[in-house]
């Protein structure tokens, strides 16, 4: 009878043990994890963790652009036993050779939100098309601007940004203004854009960039931001020189917080993008590759909808009902 228990215990422990090594290890690697969309980002990642039976390693760069964070978590993550690495480049040229050492290795790495560059450096990317996200808005302020001259500052990300250059370029182009192709990281230029002014995403840069842009030409009736605080920032701007009331401002991302401000006028319209399906969408590629040894390629696009309370024909949008139920960060 003891035989038979010792036995019983050894098999329910091997099995445990078996069960144990067989939990998928993911790691997932943001910018930053302050800016409310990675925040999301994470939690997306944990909740399709949770569901699938999959552990999660997190860790992210001390600010937007910090490749030596994302170096080392890589490198630890691999050490750690992840077979799957979900990454949102910050340095999209920097951090290629550390991934491609861990591919090596077997990991399976997917790039989320941003692509690196070249894009083939990782397995799979999965992100909005924010070529097209720009030109939703470009298109939309066309119309806006229908009759009047277009006076343009753009509030731009960093230089060599793929996804701030895609953002800028494709609203050109949305716009009707001649414009680099997709593949481009550089910022093209227009004679109706009088400002171009780089503001990192961040609200107070881009008050004061849209400060310096009102400084070299008043008359600015249009502006476009890589994203909603550095639209909330140039809105600030705009108030503080009387100016709100007679400048178009549009935007890219879609959180909460940036619906909201659409809804009070801040900004007129904005494209929302969907962080939370990126992670959840690597997350479960991972376990799929744990599981089957099956490795997901190419792009995924997670959509983007053009989010407005001021609706214009011929371009197709949503009110703000339903874009603050599908945003994200604090409501």
Not at 9 to 22: D, E, I, P
Not at 90 to 110: E, H, L, W
Not at 256 to 277: M, N, W
Request: include cysteine; charge should be positive.
């Amino acid at each position: 009878m003891k035989y038979r228990l010792a036995a019983l215990v050894a098999v329910l422990a091997g099995a445990a043990g078996a069960s144990q090594a067989a939990e998928p290890v993911i790691g997932l690697i943001t910018k930053t994890d302050t800016n409310p969309y990675f925040v999301t980002m994470q939690k997306g990642a944990k909740q399709e963790a949770a569901k699938l039976g999959a552990k999660l390693l997190t860790a992210s760069g001390r600010f937007d652009g910090d490749n030596s964070s994302q170096v080392t978590a890589l490198e630890n993550m691999t050490a750690a036993g992840a077979k799957t690495i979900l990454i949102t480049p910050g340095d999209s040229k920097a951090i290629v050779p550390t991934i491609q050492k861990v591919r090596k290795q077997g990991v399976m790495v997917i790039a989320l939100d941003s692509p690196t560059e070249p894009a083939s450096a990782v397995n799979a990317l999965y992100a909005t098309d924010n070529y097209q996200a720009g030109e939703l808005i470009g298109e939309y302020a066309a119309k806006v601007m229908k009759g009047k001259k277009p006076v343009i500052a753009t509030l731009d990300l960093f230089p060599g940004s793929p996804v701030g250059a895609q953002r800028h370029n494709g609203f050109m182009k949305g716009f009707g203004l001649a414009a680099a192709p997709a593949s481009s990281n550089e910022l093209s230029k227009a004679s109706d854009i009088v400002c171009m002014a780089d503001s990192d995403g961040d609200q107070a840069k881009g008050q004061t960039a849209m400060q310096n842009c009102l400084q070299k030409n008043p008359n600015i009736n249009l502006v476009y931001a890589i994203n909603e605080p550095a639209a909330a920032g140039a809105y600030q701007a705009l108030k503080q020189a009387g100016r709100e009331k007679g400048v178009a401002i549009v935007a890219i991302d879609g959180g909460c917080k940036g619906v909201e401000e659409v809804q009070q006028g801040i900004i007129t319209a904005t494209a929302q993008q969907y962080p939370l399906k990126m992670a959840a969408l690597g997350v479960k590629a991972g376990v799929e590759y744990a599981k089957t040894g099956k490795m997901v390629s190419g792009y995924h696009n997670t959509g983007v909808n053009l989010i407005t309370d001021k609706p214009i024909a011929g371009v197709a949008s949503h009110g703000t009902k339903f874009g603050m139920r599908m945003c994200w960060g604090n409501r």
